[in-house]
């Protein structure tokens, strides 16, 4: 276990080289920048070029843009861009997954095939499709050509909507929520916000849930399942994360960003003994391939590669001088990372057509040619070895940390494998051992670094015995302080959910995967719904959303899917709608009476605990399980009154 005092010195050892060195850093910037007030609050509106519109009123009169759009009305467009925004991240993320499923079911792809195919008939029925006698790949043709048709599906509903319980989707559908088609609702909210269009602010926020909801039970669901189907169901391994985890005497290759495909080739490619040899001949013991942001957790998950860092610590990983290369894919890839690789030897190369930035040397990803993409990627780093100067690694690494919690995998832990359920879990929360069930996701933010906002939040969680499920670059704060090791139950649990973990032999903090993951906790509470005892609607449910540390617009389109699907999200900045009143008292109160979640905006990490430790309360009161039930110990005579016969 990684020694207390030592805490974020890694991070503060590379910042002091920065400063040496004079490197500028996102942690430098965000020192020195100074966030607009107008749009921090969403006082500003640039969507026409009669602006850009600043509706500041300082007197409290009403203010209007040239149009005439009111400061509610911008501050609702402006909330249902970001939603469009990060919808379309996870949507075009899925849309280069669905195109490699198809090839791999089609056979035409040789590196990637059908690896779960269990997983492969659970979503063939969610999407109506005979599997009788028929062979996975006719199974996965015919599912890959139903979900292609959801990109530009016109009417109808989403075939992953049918997961969840039946009552939220008649809510669902009664109140105009269920989302149509996958790209439909994205181009469908960027008309409504241009200039003279719609202009009804609760006109534009539904919108803005349908939308939402059409990501995260679509454009990030469909990812994640057919990721798991082609790559294999994350189940729990070991790994390790800090900069520690870079190694002096290897070739070490970063994979960052968000689309497993080409990394996965790599994790795969690095095996070959040929390459192996090349880098003993430069002088290296061996290949180190490690990842940043959520192609880290993607490779941790289904690899047990190590985490070398989340958002924040991209930059930091460079200035190590110990990177021969770093291979990013797409989204949170920032783009000072060729200006600083430049003071290294360090190659960046960018893989995605999508994704490049001046500076860098481009390999396009090529799905046909994936593994010798991936071979040639390594044979550059190792190529590099010799070129390194002065090298830099920070002694700090984690304990090994569990990973790898799908939302099968917990169903596994709690039931068994041979009777895998969410039974353990619901009967649990019931009995009061456990309180509830909160996702704790997100990014990092430079900004407050070394303030444990993240890990503040989820160590109040965990004491006050409530579960937490993580994915994104949250997990790397909590890996951090090893929260997600088994013995951190013990440490840092309530006696209740330390029970648990302890019988289970989990971590009180699951690792769930990446930003398109947080799917997996839709399916989940969908699970538990479905188990019984907690209500019949994921409102019911005594769970909660929480991004202490977000700053994508991903991170808005998520909450706001987990609000249309009832639950509390917190999140840990002043309101980003705080410019009006309206907008704000409809996303932190109104929302509730239509779909039963909210929002919460509180930068205090020991508020946000307490504002969801206060709603599971509610919820726990709601389904009359207020109170920890005592436990029955069983004396002899009851064991006697047991007995058959
Ligand atoms: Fe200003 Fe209206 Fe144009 Fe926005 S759309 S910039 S409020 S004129
Ligand atoms: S990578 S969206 S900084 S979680 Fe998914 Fe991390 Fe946030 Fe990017």
Same mark, same amino acid.
């Given at each position: 276990?990684?020694?207390?005092?030592?805490? &974020?010195?890694?991070?503060?050892?590379?910042?002091?080289?920065?400063?040496?060195?004079?490197?500028?850093?996102?942690?430098?910037?965000?020192?020195?920048?100074?966030?607009?007030?107008?749009?921090?609050?969403?006082?500003?509106?640039?969507?026409?070029?009669?602006?850009?519109?600043?509706?500041?009123?300082?007197?409290?009169?009403?203010?209007?843009?040239?149009?005439?759009?009111?400061?509610d009305t911008?501050a609702a467009r402006?909330f249902a861009?970001m939603i469009a925004?990060?919808n379309?991240?996870?949507?075009?993320?899925?849309?280069?997954?669905?195109?490699?499923?198809?090839?791999?079911?089609? &056979?035409?792809?040789?590196?990637?095939?059908?690896?779960? *195919?269990?997983?492969?008939? %659970?979503?063939?029925?969610?999407?109506?499709?005979?599997?009788?006698?028929?062979?996975?790949?006719?199974?996965?043709?015919?599912?890959?050509?139903?979900?292609?048709?959801?990109?530009?599906?016109?009417?109808?509903e989403?075939?992953?909507i049918?997961?969840a319980p039946k009552k939220r989707r008649q809510l669902w559908k009664d109140k105009g929520l269920s989302p149509r088609?996958?790209?439909?609702e994205?181009?469908e909210m960027?008309?409504r916000?241009?200039?003279?269009?719609d202009?009804d602010v609760m006109s534009l926020l539904m919108a803005g849930t349908r939308t939402a909801l059409s990501n995260g039970w679509?454009?990030? +669901?469909?990812?994640?399942?057919?990721?798991?189907? %082609?790559?294999?169901?994350?189940?729990?391994?070991?790994?390790?994360?800090? @900069?520690?985890?870079?190694?002096?005497?290897?070739?070490?290759?970063?994979?960052?960003?968000?689309?497993?495909?080409?990394?996965? +080739?790599?994790? *795969?490619?690095?095996?070959?003994?040929?390459?192996?040899?090349?880098?003993?001949?430069?002088?290296?013991?061996?290949?180190?391939?490690?990842?940043?942001?959520?192609?880290?957790?993607?490779?941790? @998950?289904?690899?047990?590669?190590?985490?070398?860092?989340?958002?924040?610590?991209?930059? @930091?990983?460079?200035?190590?001088?110990?990177?021969?290369?770093?291979?990013? /894919?797409?989204?949170?890839? +920032?783009?000072?990372?060729?200006?600083?690789?430049?003071?290294?030897?360090?190659?960046?190369?960018?893989?995605?057509?999508?994704?490049?930035?001046?500076?860098?040397?481009?390999?396009?990803?090529?799905?046909?040619?994936?593994?010798?993409?991936?071979?040639?990627?390594?044979?550059?780093?190792?190529?590099?070895?010799?070129?390194?100067?002065?090298?830099?690694?920070?002694?700090?690494?984690?304990?090994?940390?569990?990973?790898?919690?799908?939302?099968?995998?917990?169903?596994?832990?709690?039931?068994?494998?041979?009777?895998?359920?969410?039974?353990?879990?619901?009967?649990?929360?019931?009995?009061?051992?456990?309180?509830?069930?909160?996702?704790?996701?997100?990014?990092?933010?430079?900004?407050?670094?070394?303030?444990?906002?993240?890990?503040?939040?989820?160590?109040?969680?965990?004491?006050?015995?409530?579960?937490?499920?993580?994915?994104?670059?949250?997990?790397?704060?909590?890996?951090?302080? /090893?929260?997600?090791?088994?013995?951190?139950?013990?440490?840092?649990?309530?006696?209740?959910?330390?029970?648990?973990? *302890?019988?289970?032999?989990?971590?009180?903090?699951?690792?769930?995967?990446?930003?398109?993951?947080?799917?997996?906790?839709l399916?989940?509470c969908a699970?538990?719904v479905?188990?019984?005892?907690?209500g019949n609607d994921l409102a019911d449910l005594?769970v909660a959303g929480?991004?202490?540390?977000? %700053?994508?617009?991903?991170?808005i389109a998520i909450g706001q899917y987990f609000v249309g699907s009832g639950a509390p999200v917190v999140f840990?900045?002043?309101s980003p709608v705080?410019?009006s009143k309206c907008v704000n008292d409809l996303l932190t109160k109104g929302f509730k009476e239509i779909t039963g979640g909210f929002w919460a905006f509180?930068?205090?990490?020991?508020?946000?605990?307490?504002i969801?430790?206060?709603e599971?309360?509610v919820r726990?009161?709601a389904?009359?399980?207020?109170?920890?039930?005592?436990?029955?110990?069983?004396?002899?005579?009851?064991?006697?009154?047991?007995?058959?016969?």
């Amino acid at each position: 276990m990684s020694d207390e005092k030592n805490k &974020g010195k890694a991070v503060t050892e590379l910042l002091d080289i920065a400063k040496v060195e004079n490197i500028q850093t996102a942690h430098a910037r965000s020192a020195s920048m100074k966030p607009c007030p107008i749009g921090a609050t969403s006082a500003c509106c640039k969507n026409c070029f009669m602006g850009p519109c600043r509706l500041v009123s300082k007197s409290g009169e009403e203010k209007r843009g040239v149009c005439g759009a009111t400061q509610d009305t911008v501050a609702a467009r402006n909330f249902a861009r970001m939603i469009a925004a990060g919808n379309a991240g996870h949507v075009d993320h899925a849309r280069e997954i669905v195109k490699v499923f198809r090839g791999a079911a089609k &056979g035409e792809l040789k590196h990637y095939e059908i690896k779960d *195919e269990v997983k492969l008939h %659970m979503i063939a029925k969610v999407y109506g499709i005979d599997t009788d006698g028929r062979d996975k790949q006719d199974i996965a043709i015919e599912l890959g050509d139903k979900i292609t048709a959801e990109f530009g599906q016109q009417e109808g509903e989403l075939k992953m909507i049918g997961r969840a319980p039946k009552k939220r989707r008649q809510l669902w559908k009664d109140k105009g929520l269920s989302p149509r088609g996958i790209d439909m609702e994205i181009v469908e909210m960027m008309h409504r916000t241009i200039v003279g269009n719609d202009q009804d602010v609760m006109s534009l926020l539904m919108a803005g849930t349908r939308t939402a909801l059409s990501n995260g039970w679509g454009g990030s +669901m469909i990812p994640t399942e057919l990721q798991d189907i %082609m790559l294999g169901t994350p189940s729990p391994l070991k790994g390790k994360a800090n @900069l520690g985890v870079l190694e002096e005497d290897q070739v070490n290759i970063i994979v960052h960003g968000h689309d497993p495909l080409l990394a996965e +080739m790599i994790v *795969e490619a690095v095996k070959d003994e040929s390459l192996q040899a090349a880098a003993r001949a430069k002088g290296a013991s061996g290949i180190n391939i490690v990842g940043i942001c959520c192609t880290a957790n993607e490779v941790l @998950l289904r690899h047990g590669l190590s985490m070398v860092g989340s958002f924040s610590q991209q930059e @930091l990983a460079l200035i190590t001088g110990a990177v021969e290369l770093m291979a990013v /894919d797409i989204q949170c890839i +920032m783009q000072s990372l060729p200006a600083i690789a430049k003071c290294y030897h360090t190659k960046i190369i960018t893989t995605s057509d999508k994704a490049k930035i001046p500076g860098a040397a481009h390999i396009p990803f090529d799905e046909e040619n994936a593994y010798e993409q991936a071979k040639e990627i390594i044979k550059l780093a190792v190529d590099n070895f010799p070129n390194r100067r002065k090298v830099h690694i920070p002694d700090e690494k984690t304990a090994d940390l569990i990973a790898g919690f799908s939302h099968e995998t917990i169903s596994y832990m709690l039931g068994g494998t041979f009777r895998s359920s969410y039974r353990p879990l619901n009967d649990n929360i019931i009995n009061g051992r456990i309180l509830g069930v909160v996702g704790v996701v997100g990014c990092s933010l430079p900004k407050d670094e070394g303030k444990g906002i993240t890990s503040t939040v989820v160590k109040e969680l965990i004491a006050n015995n409530v579960l937490v499920l993580q994915t994104g670059c949250a997990s790397y704060a909590c890996a951090n302080e /090893d929260y997600l090791i088994p013995e951190a139950a013990v440490k840092y649990a309530g006696s209740g959910l330390a029970e648990v973990c *302890e019988t289970v032999g989990i971590p009180p903090v699951l690792h769930c995967g990446s930003c398109v993951d947080n799917s997996r906790i839709l399916i989940a509470c969908a699970a538990m719904v479905h188990e019984g005892g907690l209500g019949n609607d994921l409102a019911d449910l005594p769970v909660a959303g929480c991004a202490p540390e977000w %700053m994508s617009e991903k991170a808005i389109a998520i909450g706001q899917y987990f609000v249309g699907s009832g639950a509390p999200v917190v999140f840990g900045s002043k309101s980003p709608v705080a410019n009006s009143k309206c907008v704000n008292d409809l996303l932190t109160k109104g929302f509730k009476e239509i779909t039963g979640g909210f929002w919460a905006f509180e930068p205090n990490p020991n508020k946000m605990a307490q504002i969801i430790i206060d709603e599971i309360v509610v919820r726990r009161t709601a389904l009359g399980i207020e109170k920890q039930k005592e436990r029955v110990l069983y004396d002899m005579a009851m064991r006697r009154d047991l007995k058959c016969g």
